[in-house]
T-cell receptor
């Protein structure tokens, strides 16, 4: 099992360009998430999808759109990139067990917007 | 959602036991507590989760007092590889208080 796979690992954009970050999980999880992490800071939730066909805004959704393509895939789109969106982006999926919800993260995409 | 408070940083030496305490004064009846570990340039990794008393797994223990207003992550005999940021999250999926908000965490530095 690969777990949560994110592509690309690195990306440099110019202000105003658009791009889509891809995320796929092979753990058959219902819920998927997108976070961003700025240097020295904690993770902030951008969007999440509790199940296939649903998406909800997190703490910092402005400037982003998401698509839950199917149960496995959850993409994040920047329509017009801005320097403030320079960050590391993490995708996660979650498993719900007896003790609660556990998040499983991908290795991240480092995005620089010039 | 229950707000959590953790120390910003801690220092330790190899071989010592490290205890990181998280305060969550407004934890709700159904909330559970989850700890994650994050190494530089990696996504957070689940460490341990619990509701009350004590939980132990192969890497850590989680102590939760009766009032559940705080919890302590205990790392036995730390090594240099335990240098990381540790996050405490509180929430309950079933009630909508999902444990998805990461604070700034505790930055643990282990020295030789």
């Amino acid at each position: 099992n690969a777990g949560v796979t994110q592509t690309p690992k690195f990306q440099v954009l110019k202000t105003g360009q658009s791009m889509t970050l891809q995320c796929a999980q092979d753990m058959n999880h219902n819920s998927m998430y997108w976070y961003r992490q700025d240097p020295g800071m904690g993770l902030r939730l951008i969007y999440y999808s509790a199940s296939e066909g649903t998406t909800d805004k997190g703490e910092v959704p402005n400037g982003y759109n998401v698509s839950r393509l199917n149960k496995r895939e959850f993409s994040l789109r920047l329509e017009s990139a801005a320097p403030s969106q320079t960050s590391v982006y993490f995708c996660a999926s979650s498993e719900v067990g007896q003790g609660g919800e556990k998040l499983f993260f991908g290795s991240g995409t480092q995005l620089s917007v010039l | 959602l229950a707000k959590t408070t953790q120390p910003i940083s801690m220092d330790s030496y190899e071989g010592q036991e490290v205890n990181i305490t998280c305060s969550h004064n407004n934890i709700a009846t159904n909330d559970y507590i989850t700890w994650y570990q994050q190494f530089p340039s990696q996504g957070p990794r689940f460490i341990i989760q619990g509701y009350k008393t004590k939980v132990t797994n192969e890497v850590a223990s989680l102590f939760i007092p009766a009032d559940r207003k705080s919890s302590t992550l205990s790392l036995p005999r730390v090594s240099l590889s335990d240098t990381a940021v540790y996050y405490c999250l509180v929430g309950d999926m079933d009630t909508g208080r999902r444990a998805l908000t990461f604070g700034s965490g505790t930055r643990l530095q282990v020295q030789p």
